[in-house]
């Protein structure tokens, strides 16, 4: 019902009013879900299900979302400085294929604003990440970037570098190999160094609109530089022809339904190369509990919502739980741990 409602409203006013919503929310119970419960690179989760980065991008709403029964929230993508991103309209919604083009331009408050904030946090409430990119015009991408991680790594559980946005012009050659190296060693370096005995998870972000080859030289270059996993993937700006809404012209990364099965292949296809080296975020198109199920038997850890939300309601997130205890029994599997690439083939097999 909330997800109607909302959809009367503009998508962007919409969206002010969820995260209004959302950051009132208070403690409520949850069933513990024993069966559901996982380690993903160190932190311990109740279940698999998280809030991707882009709706509460500035730490305003993180506490309420992890009491609404998120096992984790991303904040960000937070920027050094803060930034008003593109002109509106600049999100759209693709009703007939249950999808979202949006073109937002890391619209954020900026990292000073955003550490206030999360320095507030309880961090036994729940697992909160933060997402990091640069500002449109920043003259030096990676310092920024170790700018931000630094001022975000001691007060977050993880890390996530963000090079797959589609609306920040540039952005995406930062996943060529000759940038990514020596970008992610610098960021990994400072972890190590600067927060004395716990090492915060460092995660990639990566696009789904990579040609073979870039894929296979961006895993490589992620393996090499010993980060802890990736997350897959960000939106697309591939249009399938089977798009039926006329918004679908707007530029933009488009998320969603139709973005659903080219994420999770991309996904297959890196746990196939990785093995069990990286640990796999899976985000794009989830709906539903099947498809929250392919996307862990396709190699994720764990997973993480955005547009199904807009479409299902929060509603998605019990029925998502409630559905994989259903497909475990089905599967006769104890632990959703267990489930994790089934679908995977290895190289040789
Ligand atoms: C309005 C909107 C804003 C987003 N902003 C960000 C962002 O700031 N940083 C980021 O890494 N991903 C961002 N994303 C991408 C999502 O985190 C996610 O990767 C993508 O939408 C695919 O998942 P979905 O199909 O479940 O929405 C955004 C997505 C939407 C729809």
């Not at 630094?150 to 993880?158: F, G, H, N, Q, S």
Request: proline share 9%; no cysteine; hydrophobic share 45%.
């Amino acid at each position: 019902m909330l997800a109607g409602l909302l959809r009367l409203l503009p998508p962007e006013t919409a969206h002010r009013a969820a995260l209004f919503i959302a950051g009132a929310i208070p403690p409520l119970p949850h069933r513990p879900r024993p069966r559901l419960a996982l380690s993903l690179a160190g932190l311990r989760l109740p279940h698999p299900v998280g809030l991707a980065a882009g709706f509460d991008k500035n730490a305003v709403a993180f506490s309420g979302l992890l009491n609404f029964g998120f096992a984790f929230v991303e904040v960000g993508t937070v920027t050094l400085r803060p930034q008003a991103g593109n002109p509106q309209p600049r999100l759209f919604r693709l009703l007939e294929d249950r999808a979202l083009i949006n073109r937002m331009g890391f619209n954020n408050d900026g990292v000073e604003a955003v550490a206030a904030r999360l320095a507030r946090r309880d961090p036994k409430a729940g697992v909160v990440g933060a997402n990091i990119g640069i500002n449109r015009d920043s003259p030096d991408p990676i310092a920024d970037f170790i700018t931000v991680l630094e001022k975000l790594a001691p007060l977050v559980d993880y890390l996530v570098v963000n090079v797959s946005s589609p609306n920040t012009p540039g952005l995406r050659d930062w996943q060529r190999p000759e940038r990514l190296a020596p970008l992610l060693a610098q960021l990994r370096d400072r972890l190590t160094t600067r927060t004395g005995g716990r090492r915060t998870p460092l995660f990639l972000k990566i696009a789904p609109d990579l040609d073979p080859a870039g894929e296979e030289a961006l895993v490589a270059t992620a393996l090499d530089a010993g980060i802890d996993g990736l997350v897959v993937s960000n939106t697309t700006i591939a249009r399938p022809s089977h798009l039926r809404s006329p918004l679908r012209v707007e530029p933009g990364g488009l998320s969603g339904a139709p973005l659903f099965a080219p994420s999770t292949e991309l996904l297959r296809r890196i746990a196939r190369r990785t093995g069990k080296r990286l640990v796999l975020i899976g985000v794009g198109g989830i709906d539903s509990a099947e498809r929250a199920y392919a996307k862990i038997r396709a190699g994720a850890s764990a997973i993480q919502l955005y547009t199904g939300l807009i479409y299902e309601g929060p509603g998605l997130l019990a029925r998502i739980l409630d559905g994989l205890e259903r497909l475990l029994d089905r599967d006769r599997l104890e632990r959703l741990e267990d489930a994790i690439g089934l679908d995977v083939q290895s190289p040789g097999g």
